[in-house]
């Protein structure tokens, strides 16, 4: 089993960058694929992006295509995502995740509660 913590969350300004890392520990983390998520308050969790277990493909929301950009260091057991152009709409709890059954591909179709490991989870606040 994998233990997932996300770390570099914190508050920025409309069009800033922030930089988010996973790091996991325990056995497993880069043999599958792992995905962000964010939950807003008042709103149900998201997904935002995926990865394969290479690295090699990625998947994203429409609404952070083409800002932020997935990635993973396997030998260090690390996840990242890097977050460029934040807008307000961007604040939320940030998660990372791994789910072990199914392709990175299929992760914006799973039901949240239906997924596998989740990471506490570390906030976002973009003012305007």
């Known amino acids: 089993q994998v233990q997932l913590e996300e770390t570099g969350g914190g508050l920025v300004r409309a069009g800033d960058s922030l930089r988010l890392t996973c790091a996991a520990t325990?056995?497993?983390?880069?043999?599958?694929?792992m995905g962000w998520f964010r939950q807003a308050p008042g709103k149900d969790r998201e997904f935002v992006g995926a990865?394969?277990?290479?690295?090699?493909?990625?998947y994203y929301s429409n609404s952070v295509k083409g800002r932020f950009t997935i990635s993973r260091d396997n030998p260090k057991k690390e996840l990242y995502l890097q977050m460029n152009s934040l807008q307000p709409d961007d604040t939320g709890v940030y998660y990372c995740?791994?789910?072990?059954?199914?392709?990175?591909?299929?992760?914006?179709?799973?039901?949240?509660?239906?997924?596998?490991?989740w990471g506490q989870g570390t906030q976002v606040t973009v003012s305007s």
């Open positions: 325990g056995r497993g983390f880069s043999f599958y694929g």
């Open positions: 995740a791994q789910d072990r059954l199914r392709r990175p591909d299929t992760f914006a179709t799973i039901p949240p509660a239906d997924f596998g490991t």
């Open positions: 990865i394969s277990w290479s690295g090699g493909a990625t």
